[in-house]
Structures are given as C-alpha cells and as structure tokens.
C-alpha cells in the first residue's frame, strides 16, 4: 500500500506563508482524489481542499487564501496557505483515494502541526 508523508508544517505569524507538501511512497501515483485536511484540537477533522478531475474544492473557509496542486510526475500533492489566520492552526492532513468500482482504497498521511501565532 502506498504511503503518503506530509511536510511543510511549523510555527507562522499571522499573515504569513506556509506550503505544505506530501509525497507519496511510490513512482507511479494516480490516486482518483487527493485531498487536504485538518483537525483542530477538540474538533472533528474537516475538509480543506480536494482535487479530482475537476471541479477543485475548497472550504469557505479557506477560499481565496489556499492553493492545492498536484504533480503526478514527482507523486507530490501541495498546499499553498496564504494569509493564514490563527483559526488555521490545526494538524494537516493529507489524503488519496482510488475509486475501484464498487470499493474504494482511502490513505491518509500521518500529519504535520500548523501553528498560527504572533
């Protein structure tokens, strides 16, 4: 099965930059979805962005301000967080899905801290 590692994460002021990105452990990587999440500390893991076909998908929340990317070629997927608010921090999470049919192989990376703080 194939692993998904993220990096990226640390310590940003408000306003600031981050890019996150996650590397799949294997050449060849055409998941059907990729996709970011996040889970805050006492609250349930949420959607960020997802990427398929198309549409992209982004949570309001984030919109405007985050970019995903993917890069078949390198089996990397990013995220590009702009004008990051403290209610950003939270651990990043990130996952691809492959639609076989009737089943569905869903793998999650094992997370990086972001931290928003003056």
């Known amino acids: 099965q194939v692993q998904l590692v993220e990096s990226g994460g640390g310590l940003v002021q408000p306003g600031g930059s981050l890019r996150l990105s996650c590397a799949a452990s294997?050449?060849?990587?055409?998941?059907?979805?990729v996709g970011w999440y996040r889970q805050a500390p006492g609250k349930q893991r949420e959607l960020v962005a997802t990427?398929?076909?198309?549409?992209?998908k982004y949570a309001d929340s984030v919109k405007g301000r985050f970019t995903i990317s993917r890069d078949n070629a390198k089996s990397t997927v990013n995220l590009q967080m702009n004008s990051l608010k403290p209610e950003d921090t939270a651990v990043y999470y990130c996952?691809?899905?492959?639609?076989?049919?009737?089943?569905?192989?869903?793998?999650w990376g094992q997370g990086t801290q972001v931290t928003v703080s003056s």
């Open positions: 990427m398929a076909s198309s549409p992209i």
């Open positions: 996952n691809a899905e492959w639609w076989k049919g009737t089943s569905t192989e869903i793998v």
């Open positions: 294997r050449s060849i990587f055409t998941p059907t979805v």
